[in-house]
């Protein structure tokens, strides 16, 4: 009940397309989700992240659509391109629970192809 | 800016030599987290700090594994009796409690021979 699963591991997407990446959980006493982005080499950086009174947050090219009745929710990248090429990583706790910690997906390798 | 800072940045070694690493959290971060990432792999959970609580260890793989937090500062993770299957990045992250935003530092990349 504790973990998230991410798919898909790997994805290769065209310059200028939009990249989907997607997260389920089982523990309805969620209600933080992150997404994280690690480039080589470096340790992964928050990017964006949602709690569940909203079905959808921007940032820019970055979306996070939620859906609290599948218990899903997804990365979109929009007009994606060569600097994205990361590995993702969705995670998920209970916000305001001191003692909780985020739950991590597998992780998911994007290279955006030129 | 002090960010997380983790030393070294790498690490050779050889195999049945024991390892220390460091990891300099955000000042003022109760909450510390070492992980390992395998390469091409997600992040396995190992250890976590928070405040003077005791310490989560459900991740250590095995007890050739320990790691070391004073108060809320510079934790130390401790590899005894290194083997090839230990080789990975060692990532420290901090965040101001359990469940807020994470802050990773690079990573020690540690190899054994």
């Known amino acids: 009940q504790q973990q998230v699963k991410q798919s898909p591991q790997s994805l290769i997407v065209q310059k200028g397309g939009i990249s989907i990446i997607n997260c389920a959980y089982e523990?309805?006493?969620?209600?933080?989700f992150p997404w994280y982005q690690q480039f080589p080499g470096k340790g992964p950086a928050l990017l964006i992240a949602i709690r569940p009174d909203v079905s959808e947050k921007k940032e820019g090219r970055f979306t996070i659509s939620f859906n609290k009745s599948a218990k899903q929710f997804s990365l979109h990248i929009m007009d994606s391109q060569p600097g994205d090429s990361a590995t993702y990583f969705c995670?998920?706790?209970?916000?305001?629970?001191?003692?909780?910690?985020?739950?991590w997906g597998a992780g998911t390798k994007l290279i955006i192809k030129p | 800016g002090a960010g997380v800072s983790q030393s070294p940045s790498n690490k050779v070694t050889e195999k049945g030599k024991d390892v220390e690493l460091r990891c300099d959290p955000i000042?003022?971060?109760?909450?510390l987290y070492w992980y390992r990432q395998r390469l091409g792999q997600g992040l396995e959970f190992l250890i976590y700090?928070?405040?003077?609580?005791?310490?989560?260890k459900s991740g250590l793989p095995s007890d050739r594994f320990s790691a070391e937090r004073t108060g809320e500062s510079v934790s130390t993770l401790t590899i005894q009796r290194t083997q090839q299957e230990d080789s990975a990045v060692y990532l420290c992250?901090?965040?101001?409690?359990?469940?807020?935003?994470?802050?990773f530092g690079p990573g020690t990349r540690l190899t054994v021979l």
């Open positions: 700090f928070q405040g003077n609580s005791a310490p989560d």
């Open positions: 523990n309805t006493a969620f209600d933080y």
């Open positions: 995670a998920a706790s209970m916000e305001g629970d001191s003692n909780y910690q985020l739950i």
């Open positions: 000042s003022g971060h109760t909450a």
């Open positions: 992250a901090s965040s101001l409690s359990g469940s807020d935003t994470q802050y």
